[in-house]
Nanobody, 122 residues
Framework: QVQLVESGGGLVQAGGSLRLSCVAS????????MAWYRQAPGDQRESVAT???????NYADSVKGRFTISRDPAKNTVYLQMNSLKPEDTAVYYC????????????????WGQGTQVTVSS
């Protein structure tokens, strides 16, 4: 029903920057929130940043002051600007969204993208 497609990952040296993008498409009535998660090998998936439809943001302590989440509602797109990258930021980054797909029901469905690899070399 809803597809999330990430882009912008890659290989960068420590201290560098990357900008991730995630575009949502499909049967979208309303996007309630969009978020970025990440998962490093052997670790559990963790929340990185979240932005609500009202523009409120929340960040993991490990990325505060370095990462910025933003959105373009007209394009159903969320971005993650990552600055001052560290080797410990290396992970697959996943886009996540809470989406209302039925105009007659307020129920929210949760969707995931396929992930994009971010590798930070020391």
């Amino acid at each position: 029903q809803v597809q999330l497609v990430e882009s912008g990952g890659g290989l960068v040296q420590a201290g560098g920057s990357l900008r991730l993008s995630c575009v949502a498409s499909g049967s979208i009535v309303r996007i309630n929130y969009m978020a970025w998660y990440r998962q490093a090998p052997g670790d559990q998936r963790e929340s990185v940043a979240t932005i609500t439809s009202g523009g409120s943001t929340n960040y993991a302590d490990s990325v505060k002051g370095r990462f910025t989440i933003s959105r373009d509602p007209a394009k159903n797109t969320v971005y993650l600007q990552m600055n001052s990258l560290k080797p410990e930021d290396t992970a697959v980054y996943y886009c996540n969204a809470g989406v209302r797909v039925d105009p007659l029901r307020a129920y929210e469905y949760n969707f995931w993208g396929q992930g994009t690899q971010v590798t930070v070399s020391s």
